[in-house]
């Protein structure tokens, strides 16, 4: 668990109390990821800690120029339309990881005004009753199994499925929203498909909460946004949150990336 080093940690668990003359057990908040968010939603976030709305390229704000040192051909997972987020500072980009790209760069300040690093916390008991779901790179279909899906990461492969043939691969990271959504309805393990949180492992792990449920307000979402990386570590240490132990998340992980075999 994460421990707060300054006043923020009170505020976060209180904040949600004393504001409310009916507040109980059922309004504590709990830190669930950190993202990144340009500097005017961050300054509007900032006024009243709350976050009821996701920018378009959030997704893109987050996992551009995110790669580990040495893995630049590892897919960074785009799972939908929604909020990003990882699980701990040090998986937030880098303002310096760029430096190639540096006409970009200066286009997206121009434009954004900079990148603000933020925490963000859900209602407990409300992310504890949301669906969540395991989203993998991608689908097999092969003939071995009457056609059955099987999920795999790309480049890895169970034993027992290395004689099938496969006849249709179906990419998941990166595909439209209806795509995802209809993969989790294939699953039938939550109620609520189209709102179910997704989760995805490559380097690190990242969560996404659809937009719907952010512009919803269904997890009561509160975040502070930081100037710097270094802002945001002062206030929180490092270690990362254990999301896997934290939350029960539906389908299956097959294996940390570090084991798989990459093609």
């Known amino acids: ?4 080093k300054s006043t923020l940690a009170v505020l976060l668990a209180l904040s949600f109390f004393f504001d409310r003359a009916q507040a109980f057990w059922w309004d504590k908040h709990v830190l669930i990821g950190f993202t990144v968010l340009s500097e005017d939603q961050a300054k509007l976030v900032n006024k009243d800690n709350k976050l009821s709305f996701v920018q378009e390229d959030q997704a893109e704000l987050l996992n551009e ?9 590892l ?54 009753d949301i669906g969540k779901v395991f989203i993998p790179k991608s689908l097999e ?17 169970p034993t027992s499925w290395s004689q099938t043939t496969p006849k249709e691969r179906q990419e998941l990271w990166g595909a439209d929203e209806e795509v995802i959504v209809d993969y989790i309805k294939s699953m039938g393990v939550v109620s609520k498909p ?9 380097w690190q792990w990242q969560m996404l909460i659809p937009t719907k449920v952010v512009n919803g307000g269904d997890l009561d ?15 929180f240490s490092t270690e990362a949150i254990d999301w896997k132990s934290a939350f029960e ?15």
Request: one cysteine or more; a negative charge; glycine letters at 10%.
């Open 75 to 128: 897919d960074s997972p785009r799972l939908g339309l929604g909020l990003y987020l990882v699980n701990e500072p040090g998986g937030l980009p880098d303002e310096d990881d760029d430096d190639d790209d540096d006409d970009d760069d200066d286009e997206r300040e121009e434009k954004k005004g900079g990148n603000w690093y933020c925490a963000v916390a859900a209602n407990e008991r409300k992310m504890g």
């Open 65 to 73: 120029g995110n790669e580990p040192d040495g893995e630049d051909s």
């Open 1 to 4: 668990m994460l421990r707060s």
């Open 141 to 157: 279909k092969s003939t071995s199994d009457g056609g059955k899906a099987k999920e795999i990461d790309e480049g890895w492969q």
């Open 249 to 263: 998340i539906k389908g299956d992980r097959t294996t940390d990336w570090r084991h798989w075999t990459w093609s």
């Open 194 to 202: 189209k709102k179910a949180v997704r989760f995805a492992i490559n």
């Open 221 to 235: 979402l509160w975040a502070n946004c930081y100037e710097s990386e270094e802002d945001l570590v002062e206030e």
